[in-house]
């Protein structure tokens, strides 16, 4: 039986937002309500500081900044190193030094606000693809984070950027401040965290959507962890899949699970989430943390 819960959707970040909030678990201490606005705070907070697009938010100001060595925040020190964790874990192919480029191509400001067109138009209209590459000359393995001096050195002219990182090390973190709950579930528009002290007894369900509009591909259960080990590794996994194009994402995933959606539309489940899935729609219950990416 479900348990009663604050339901929240906002925007944040550029994204929709949702957070359900069970009551604390030992029954005592703030209520679900108090406790899921102090998370959208949090989740707020994340969005005005990071953000590329805000001026006078703290990534402008260190993009900005003429100095080599910098002092930032905890924050941003947690970004950065977020940052450079997946650069490392994917080979450079998330790499968070490509502003310059993103802003060349066209994404030089928030699309929070701009009209999406259907999947199926845009992949007719969209060139020829292949899989990504990274740069060779990229500058993020010259980037130093200082923990303790709390400082980022990168070479002059060098600008950062959180991009997704930003959000699953948001989910993470909203995931620390709602540990003592029932159970919880932090939506960072498709960035998950599940958890909670009862969450595994009383499972979410988990829709995984159909990008071309259909009916869910799948449902899964899952009581704790997120589609990875966390919300930052299931970011840095997904978004690798998605880059290295349709030959490499299976066995980019394959250790974790995963579903792959292709441009004629049909899905392929792979890893563990292939082992219980027989058929469209089927719901998988796995409660496990670091069964599914």
Known sequence: MALPETDLRFPAMGCAMRLLVGPPADGDGIGSEQTASKARELLESFGSRLSRFEPGSELVQLNSDLRETVAVSPLMVSMVGAALWAAKRTDGLLDPTLVDDLERAGYAT???????????????????????????????????????????????????????????????????????????????????????????????HINIEDPFGGEPLLTIRIGEGAL??????A??????????????????????????????????????????VSSRGFTVTNPSPKAIA
Request: aromatic fraction near 4%; charge should be negative.
């Open 110 to 204: 928030s699309r929070r606000s701009s009209p999406s067109a259907p999947l199926a138009d845009a992949i007719l209209r969209a060139p020829k693809r292949r899989p990504a590459s990274p740069r060779t000359d990229s500058a993020w393995q010259q980037i130093v984070i200082d923990d303790r001096a709390g400082t980022v050195t990168r070479p002059a002219g060098v600008r950062i950027d959180s991009g997704g990182v930003g959000k699953g090390l948001a989910a993470d973190a909203v995931a620390s401040l709602l540990a003592d709950r029932e159970r919880f579930c932090v939506d960072t528009s498709g960035d998950l965290r599940i958890g909670g002290r009862d969450a595994i007894a009383d499972p979410y």
């Open 228 to 233: 990875a080990p966390t919300a930052l590794e």
């Open 235 to 276: 970011e840095t996994l997904s978004k690798q899949a998605l880059l290295s194009g349709p030959d490499r994402a299976v066995s980019i995933l394959e250790p974790y699970g995963g579903v792959i959606v292709f441009d004629d539309a049909h899905a392929e489940a792979v890893g563990p989430v292939a082992e219980l």
